[in-house]
Nanobody, 116 residues
Framework: QVQLVESGGGLVQAGGSLRLSCAASGRIFSVNVMGWYRQAPGKQRELVAS???????DYNDSVKGRFSISRDDAKNTVVLQMNTLKPEETGGYYC??????????WGQGTQVTVSS
């Protein structure tokens, strides 16, 4: 099992930036994909961005060009840099680790609020 702890959420005005960080501990060697998901009130959780241990990245179309995901396996962290934030991107942001075997671990989440 992998423990994930998110940080960096907060309140920002539309057009502003935030940097989210996820620190992993436990069976880190088993983690293949690290991802950030978000869940707006009343909506389903959706992928924001993900990064594999091989260096591949994937982004939700709505954040391409504005968000950037990076992982530092030496420090067991994954960072989501969010620029030009929009009010509709308000919600809980969650870190997920997926092992090679397909097992998922989730963090508790961090709240992002973008004011208009």
């Amino acid at each position: 099992q992998v423990q994930l702890v998110e940080s960096g959420g907060g309140l920002v005005q539309a057009g502003g930036s935030l940097r989210l960080s996820c620190a992993a501990s436990g069976r880190i060697f088993s983690v293949n994909v690290m991802g950030w998901y978000r869940q707006a009130p009343g909506k389903q959780r959706e992928l924001v961005a993900s990064a594999t241990s091989g260096g591949s990245t994937d982004y939700n179309d709505s954040v391409k060009g504005r968000f950037s995901i990076s992982r530092d396996d030496a420090k067991n962290t994954v960072v989501l840099q969010m620029n030009t934030l929009k009010p509709e991107e308000t919600g809980g942001y969650y870190c997920k680790g997926t092992s090679v075997a397909g097992y998922n671990d989730w963090g508790q989440g961090t709240q992002v609020t973008v004011s208009s």
